[in-house]
């Protein structure tokens, strides 16, 4: 079965810092890469997204990184803040035109303050 | 409010209960999934609806039974459930079934099996 591999599983940073998260994926089909940002008692909320035809994409604090030639993308946090505790989720297309997404494990990120 | 409304919030059921889980979303969108989610896992597909048609079941067991009676709502009627099946359960809409903007996930149904 298709898979989408996240690590770490979890995470801490100082506020202030740099939060990096990396997953991999396996089908070269994929192209669509986004990142939901889960807090606890609530669903998980598309944070940013990005599809294969380009190797950046910004949208304030968060980055995602984007390697299509290694199979992975990431999300990084600048200044992390501790507002920013949360379970993000790197997901890709289970295949082309579908709508269908799969996730990764998830990664707990703890800013301390 | 996200525009996904997930009922009830929380839900404690015996082995041999019948109940369902409601979902409803004020998106105008056109496809409507179940996902399950567990500690320490990956969100799991469940079932895919488009335009009203159930279009996935991802080896799913029978006692779990979907319902989209129209664009707007998504049913999954439990019965005979397991312990095992204690979890969050997670509706989402998207926009488009075939092109992928995103999905707007309601806050789930914590599901208890006793």
């Known amino acids: 079965q298709q898979q989408v591999k996240q690590s770490p599983q979890s995470l801490i940073v100082q506020k202030g810092g740099i939060s990096i998260i990396n997953c991999a994926y396996e089908?070269?089909?994929?192209?669509?890469f986004p990142w939901y940002q889960q807090f606890p008692g609530k669903g998980p909320a598309l944070l940013i997204a990005?599809?294969?035809?380009?190797s950046e994409k910004k949208e304030g604090r968060f980055t995602i990184s984007f390697n299509k030639s290694a199979k992975q993308f990431s999300l990084h946090i600048m200044d992390s803040q501790p507002g920013d505790s949360a379970t993000y989720f790197c997901?890709?297309?289970?295949?082309?035109?579908?709508?269908?997404?799969?996730f990764g494990q998830g990664t707990t990120l703890q800013v301390k303050p | 409010e996200t525009g996904v409304t997930q009922t009830p919030r929380h839900l404690v059921m015996g082995m041999t209960n019948k109940k369902s889980l409601k979902c409803e979303q004020h998106?105008?969108?056109?496809?409507m999934y179940w996902y399950k989610q567990s500690a320490k896992k990956p969100l799991e597909l469940m079932f895919v609806?488009?335009?009203?048609?159930?279009?996935e079941n991802n080896s799913v067991p029978s006692r779990f039974s979907p319902e989209c009676p129209n664009s707007s709502h998504l049913f999954l009627h439990l019965h005979t459930l397991q312990p095992e099946d204690s979890a969050l359960y997670l509706c989402?809409?998207?926009?488009?079934?075939?092109?992928?903007?995103?999905?707007?996930f309601g806050s789930g149904t914590r599901l208890t099996v006793v």
């Open positions: 989402a809409s998207s926009q488009d079934p075939f092109l992928n903007y995103g999905y707007t």
């Open positions: 089908n070269t089909a994929f192209d669509y």
């Open positions: 990005i599809r294969p035809d380009v």
């Open positions: 997901a890709s297309e289970v295949s082309s035109n579908t709508g269908k997404l799969i």
């Open positions: 998106l105008g969108h056109n496809a």
């Open positions: 609806y488009n335009f009203k048609e159930q279009t």
